[in-house]
């Protein structure tokens, strides 16, 4: 169905639910302003702006309280990152580059119920501040108490287009 007429916009913008807004309408005697503060998206104005917005707020607050929370409860790893190198034909093999850094984390154990087919028993999680630093990539070592974990499997978690924190799950 078409909403062609003002009758049908009117019909359409009533309906209970998430579009019930009173008086939202693509009605152009309202101001290009007004629409657009209305939050329907007119004008190409789409309706997450204001969202956005605050949500860059809110990540300048929360970024620097999770390093804090890091530095409070977290302890020294050191995360060895493994970079191939170049290969050689005439022996078949090819050279690593390492680099290590040394940051606050968050350890912890993974809970019973998690377990299954990809956490296993023995498995940590490691939690690193992300902003400033590289994630690391499946195979790249997380030594925590001086033992030595391989990393398996690595996710960021975005504060707006930034990675706020990593967080890796190690295996020995």
Sequence with gaps: ???DTAAKRRSAASVAGVWNAPGVTPDASKSLAWRQSAGWGYEGIAT???VVQRQTVLDRAFRPLALQLLNLFGKDVTITYQTPGSYDPSTGLSSATTSAATVRALVERY???EFGDF???GDLKVTTYGIGLTAPDPNDTVTVDS???????VESIYSGELAALHEMQVRR
């Design 1 to 3: 169905m078409a909403i």
């Design 48 to 50: 997450t702006a204001a």
């Design 111 to 113: 809970d019973v119920r």
């Design 119 to 121: 956490i296993r028993a």
């Design 147 to 153: 033992v030595v974990y391989r990393v398996v499997a």
